[in-house]
């Protein structure tokens, strides 16, 4: 029987495989989306998480997984606060990067072979779109603690698929670097063409063996936690979720004083001699129809035939509902570690004190962002080859990059070998330096053609005193008496 394989090699090239297998990538990709939009519609719509619950849930982490991941991504998607503390960690790397070699033997490197392997490494690299795909992964992972993927890959396209955290959990770690397992069961045979062709083996594996649990192939699996010491998954700020139930307690009680501050109420009251009402009923009630219809919107009315007075339970601490939003709002960031200068809050304004906060959570973000380098550089250490390349994922954020691109500059300036790091941190990447510097030079040539304009700062400076030679009619007096003695003495 004729292998598949070689009447494919046989009848198509290699050009042509890659379209097909990007077509259905391209397919896959789009019902994957629909599929998930679907499913989503029941995972959303869980109830209300209270305080109670959530205490009870961070008092076992490991038993209520999956009830504090369902309780983060309930806040995140209702919580301004906490969308926007998630969103400052997970979108804080830029992830820059340059490429360096490996196992580099110097005596024996041959230029022309490390340039070649440089160039394919660099396209692989940039082909994965880390700017693009790194963020999406890191917002799940600050969210719910751990990343579940996949890779979908083609020569030129390149996507990481969520998987359901329900249905998944860790199973090991490879070169530092996690891998998880699925529970086969959760998936439908009719749902397979939603995963890639590496599931269908692992369901068929389940199907014979009865083992439910399969491990993703970690050529494919894409998988990051943001606890990585503990052995269990917990959301980052999970201990955070109880004080953004005091902010919403606090507001909701300044909305209801406002309301009640905004109310007012008519008394109709009857009147009476010796303890008996003076008017009949049915003209109390004609006059009370009549007032009815003629007062405002939030003015109520009643009917009595004693005097009423109101009871105020004033604020005995003296801080209005505001300053106890506020309040709650400043104690929810402390419990963060983060400061509220950075979200609008706080009332001490000193840049000092937030930068040294800032480079805390720099910290965190910079030993997560070292965690994919590591997954990258298990990937790339499978290219073909004998010339390997490593890839360095530099510790640059948003709120650092202006300071290191000064630091690769002056270091350059120096002689030190640290061009690509500054052209990374201006957020370049390895084949856009190739490809631009060719466009520009030899193609564009707009070395010729942008030239400065002429001025002190392009010009050569002439630093001394006019020589010998120098004609004596703009000299000044004292100026001419200095060239005739310096005349004489050279005489």
Request: include cysteine; proline fraction near 4%.
């Amino acid at each position: 029987m004729p292998d598949v394989k070689d009447d494919i090699d046989k009848f198509y090239t290699k050009e042509d495989v890659d379209k097909l297998m990007f077509a259905v990538f391209a397919k896959n990709t789009k019902q994957i989306l629909i599929d998930l939009t679907k499913n989503n519609r029941s995972s959303l719509s869980f109830q209300k998480f209270s305080k109670e619950k959530i205490i009870d849930y961070l008092k076992d982490p490991v038993k209520n997984e999956k009830n504090l991941r369902d309780a983060s991504i309930y806040m995140y998607n209702n919580s301004c606060h906490y969308r926007r503390l998630i969103l400052y960690y997970a979108l804080m790397p830029i992830w820059t990067y340059t490429l360096s070699l490996i196992k580099f033997d110097i005596q024996k490197a041959k230029s022309d072979a490390i340039l070649k392997q440089y160039v394919k490494v660099s396209q692989i690299v940039d082909n994965m779109n880390l700017q693009h795909e790194l963020p999406k992964m890191s917002i799940t992972a600050f969210r719910e603690d751990v990343f579940y993927g996949v890779v979908l890959e083609t020569t030129d396209s390149f996507y990481i698929q969520k998987i359901n955290p329900n249905i998944c959990e860790l199973s090991s770690i490879e070169d530092g670097v996690y891998n998880f397992a699925v529970d086969m069961s959760k998936i439908k045979e009719d749902e397979l063409q939603l995963y890639p062709p590496e599931f269908t083996s692992m369901w068929n594996t389940y199907k014979s063996s009865g083992q439910k649990k399969q491990e993703v192939p970690s050529k494919i699996s894409a998988c990051f936690k943001v606890n990585e010491d503990l052995p269990y998954p917990i959301p980052m700020f999970s201990g955070t979720m109880v004080s953004l139930h005091d902010i919403e307690d606090y507001k909701q009680l300044k909305k209801a004083r406002t309301e009640i501050n905004n109310y007012k109420m008519v008394n109709m009251q009857i009147p009476t001699k010796d303890g008996e009402p003076t008017m009949i009923w049915d003209d109390v009630v004609d006059y009370y129809n009549q007032l009815q219809g003629a007062v405002p919107e939030g003015v109520g009315l009643a009917v009595s035939p004693m005097k009423l007075d109101s009871i105020d339970f004033e604020n005995s601490s003296g801080l209005s509902e505001t300053d106890e939003v506020f309040k709650t709002e400043q104690q929810f960031w402390s419990s963060t570690g983060t400061s509220p200068l950075l979200f609008g809050g706080g009332n001490k304004n000193s840049a000092a004190s937030l930068r040294l906060s800032i480079k805390s959570d720099e910290m965190i973000v910079i030993n997560f962002m070292k965690q994919v380098e590591r997954w990258i550089n298990r990937r790339l250490k499978n290219i073909s080859g004998s010339t390997k390349f490593k890839i360095n994922i530099l510790p640059i954020t948003r709120y650092n990059q202006e300071d290191m691109a000064k630091l690769y500059k002056e270091a350059a300036t120096l002689g030190l070998p640290t061009k690509l790091k500054y052209n990374a941190v201006l957020e370049t990447t390895s084949t856009d330096v190739e490809a631009d510097t060719y466009l520009e030079t030899e193609i564009l040539k707009l070395q010729d053609k942008f030239i400065p304009l002429s001025s002190s700062y392009t010009q050569p400076s002439q630093t001394g005193r006019p020589t010998s030679e120098s004609k004596g009619e703009d000299l000044t007096e004292s100026g001419e008496q200095t060239k005739e003695d310096d005349q004489n003495n050279a005489r």
